[in-house]
């Protein structure tokens, strides 16, 4: 019995092939066949200099089609210099546009709703939190795509049509964010405040509405204007995201400039080096004094 154990077809190596289903052993490779690590093999196998050669001679592949190039990099930052007005004047002034009404919207909303996160009435809590998770917890971009896609291009009231503006969809649909997170942010000032107040002002008969807005909110302002200075810059600062749908702002119109200029490629770094100085120059002071606003508001225990 032991012998014919011995010879099982398809697990004994030396036993002869059967026509019979049978289970044949598992061999698997984790990492692959050894062929496919020769690269790796001889990445770490190989002299440092080796590596460094090989990063000089891609590092230096740009510059040497630059060089062989009659567009040079002076040439580049000169039509810079001619296009400056029409990309700062039209384009990042379109991105300050939007921030602008884009905060405008979303505060109003967001303290309405944060305001409903704290309701007395069930229904509102509820829809409020629902509302201000969704939109918290969503992709910026996806929020534009689905707005400029569902809002109309125009709206006929009679015999008037009043057009919709790309930039004022791309208003709407970056206020939905701005909408959920200042949401949290007026709901977490309102519960910072400390219970005694509003213990003293039910003392003092004081109706809900009066105790929130005559003294939670007043308390509450300086609490929440270093978190709102810093939404505002993270808001400016995802601006050009609308680009992708077309609005005219300084992403969109600094491509244009370049494809009128024949598309060089010494063209990148002038115009989107310029653009990221531009949000540098205008975001970096608010968050410098976001936190000293911070530091001078802050609670202290």
């Known amino acids: 019995m032991f012998g014919y154990l011995k010879h099982i077809p398809g697990i004994s190596p030396n036993s002869q092939q059967s026509d019979l289903p049978v289970l044949l052993p598992y061999q698997g490779h984790s990492a692959g066949k050894p062929e496919d690590l020769r690269f790796s093999r ?19 592949y740009p ?39 884009t905060m405008l919207i979303g505060t109003a909303t967001g303290v ?10 069930s229904p509102v809590r509820k829809f409020s939190w629902f509302t201000t998770q969704l939109f918290r917890n969503s992709p910026w971009l996806v929020l534009l795509f689905i707005v400029m896609l569902t809002f ?73 204007i270093p978190p709102w200075m810093n939404w505002y810059a993270i808001l400016t600062m995802a601006t050009p995201l609308v680009s992708l749908l077309g ?23 002038p115009f989107f080096g310029f653009a990221l100085f531009l949000f540098f120059a205008y975001c970096y002071p608010i968050a410098r004094w976001t ?11």
């Not at 040497?64 to 009659?70: D, P, R, W």
């Open 247 to 269: 609005v005219e702002e300084i992403v969109t119109l600094s491509r244009q400039a370049m494809e009128a200029e024949d598309n060089h490629p010494e063209l990148l770094i």
């Open 291 to 301: 936190l000293k606003l911070e530091e001078r508001y802050s609670v202290r225990l």
């Open 152 to 224: 109309p291009f125009e709206i006929e009231i009679g015999d008037t049509i009043i057009p919709i503006p790309d930039w004022m969809k791309a208003v709407f649909g970056l206020s939905l964010p701005i909408m959920a997170n200042i949401s949290e942010v007026v709901r977490g000032a309102v519960q910072s405040v400390p219970t005694g107040q509003w213990e003293s002002a039910e003392s003092l008969a004081f109706s809900r509405s009066q105790t929130i807005w005559q003294i939670i909110l007043p308390q509450c302002f300086k609490r929440m």
């Open 42 to 60: 001889w990445l770490a196998s190989s002299s440092p200099w080796v590596l460094f050669v090989i990063f000089l001679c891609v590092s230096l």
């Open 112 to 121: 309405l709703l944060g305001l409903g996160q704290i309701s007395l009435l």
């Open 63 to 101: 510059m040497v089609v630059m060089a062989q190039s009659k567009f040079t990099l002076e040439d580049a930052f000169y039509t810079l210099w001619r296009w400056l007005p029409f990309v700062v004047g039209s384009g990042f002034v379109m991105n300050l546009l939007i921030s602008f009404f």
